[in-house]
Structures are given as C-alpha cells and as structure tokens.
C-alpha cells in the first residue's frame, strides 16, 4: 500500500512554455501533499505544502506564481511550471501523507524536467 | 573512507561489512526522525523511523541511533550489500505534530564486491 505516481517522468519542454506535474495517491487518500525540488548531488528542498482543498502554503523563496499548486482532489496534486526556463530544469519529487500516515510522507518516484 | 568536499558525502565499503552513516540535525524540538534511500533517478525510498522518546530502533538489517543531546543521528547497516548502494538522507519533523520534513545533505553509500 501506500503508492505515489507521478506523471510524467521525464519531460522536456522549450523556454517560455508551461508544464504541468501529476502526483496521485494511488491507495489511499492523501490529506496533504508536498512538492520538493532535487538538483543533482543534493538534498531535497521543500517548496511547498499543500492541503486538499486549500490553497499552498510556500517555503520562503520560491515563487508562488511561477509554481503554480493545485490540490483539488484527496488524491491528486499538480504543480505547473509556468514559463519555464532553463535554470527550472530539476527533479521535481511529490510526497503525500493520508490521515492514517501518521508523520511518515510517502514518496512519488519523481519528474525530471528538462527545459531548453 | 569518508570524503567530503564539493560532492556528496562518500562512505565506501567492501561487500559484507558494516556500514555507519552520521547525520546531524538543527533543531532540538524535532519529534520525529525518518531515513530515506534514493537510487539514482529514483524518489526517496523509507528505511527505518525513530522518535525524539526513543535513542535506538532496529529493522531488517538496519539500525538508527538517536543522540539527542548532540543531535545526532546514525543508521548503521549490517552486512553491506552492493544493492545497498545509494545516497542515504536523515528527514527530521520539526517540532511537534505533523509537520514538514528538513531533509539532510545526504551521504552516498558504495559498495563494492
């Protein structure tokens, strides 16, 4: 149990455009999600915490309107890069946590962006 | 040996050994300690939890020591084995409740056969 997709993998995308991440909570219903970003030889770094029909709490200094959340369901989040540029391209990792997760965040098996 | 410099951590061992990977964290009210593996291209994998009321908890193979009053934290791994080969992460929960995950600069484990 306790399974994080995310959709796509891998995507690559030109200067300027707009891309949108999946992150489903396939087994259970995921209160809240968190959205990490991962540059390569490095740690995780929180960007944002969002709960299923509220709107995205954000780490101090990423910007809200350049990653757009959007936790509509209990078991469905996105994060949209918009207008994306090539310092943007990075891993992009979701986590989910469901009522009986206790503190434990299940991970998604992460998004590689490539902007051009 | 253990190098640490512009790269990730390194800690590297033979097949079969035990292996020792540190962590130190910040904040002294942080309730809640996880161990993540991540292999390459891949998402953050659970290993082994341990909270603040407890100084060790043992798994398969694995065990996390909790030193709270220097805020250290290991993850001791029996028996090394190549498919343990990975860059390892220390999370803790800060402050009480559910609340966010900070995650460790991450050690890179390698083993060799």
């Known amino acids: 149990g306790a399974v994080v997709s995310q959709h796509p993998s891998r995507v690559i995308c030109k200067s300027g455009t707009s891309v949108k991440i999946e992150c489903r909570s396939l087994?259970?219903?995921?209160?809240?999600m968190f959205w990490y970003r991962q540059f390569p030889k490095k740690s995780l770094m929180l960007m944002a915490t969002?709960?299923?029909?509220?709107?995205?709490?954000?780490e101090q200094g990423v910007e809200k309107d350049k990653f757009l959340i959007n936790h509509a369901s209990l078991t469905l989040s996105t994060l949209t890069v918009t207008s994306a540029h090539p310092e943007d391209s990075s891993f992009y990792i979701c986590?989910?946590?469901?009522?009986?997760?206790?503190?434990?965040?299940?991970f998604g098996p992460g998004t590689r962006l490539t902007v051009t | 040996g253990e190098s640490v410099g512009l790269h990730l951590p390194t800690l590297s061992v033979q097949e079969g050994d035990n292996s020792i990977i540190n962590c130190a964290y910040s904040?002294?009210?942080?309730?809640?300690f996880i161990w993540y593996k991540q292999e390459s291209g891949k998402g953050p994998q659970f290993i082994i939890d341990?909270?603040?009321?407890?100084d060790k908890r043992q798994g398969q193979r694995v065990t996390v020591l909790l030193n709270k009053t220097v805020k250290h934290l290991s993850l001791q791994i029996a028996a090394t084995q190549p498919g343990d080969s990975a860059v390892y992460f220390c999370?803790?929960?800060?402050?009480?409740?559910?609340?966010?995950?900070?995650f460790g600069k991450g050690t890179m484990l390698l083993v060799s056969p």
């Open positions: 087994d259970f219903q995921a209160t809240t």
């Open positions: 986590s989910a946590r469901g009522v009986a997760s206790g503190y434990e965040q299940y």
């Open positions: 969002s709960n299923e029909g509220s709107k995205a709490t954000y």
């Open positions: 341990i909270r603040s009321n407890m």
């Open positions: 904040n002294s009210a942080s309730d809640y």
């Open positions: 999370a803790e929960n800060r402050g009480s409740g559910y609340s966010t995950l900070t």
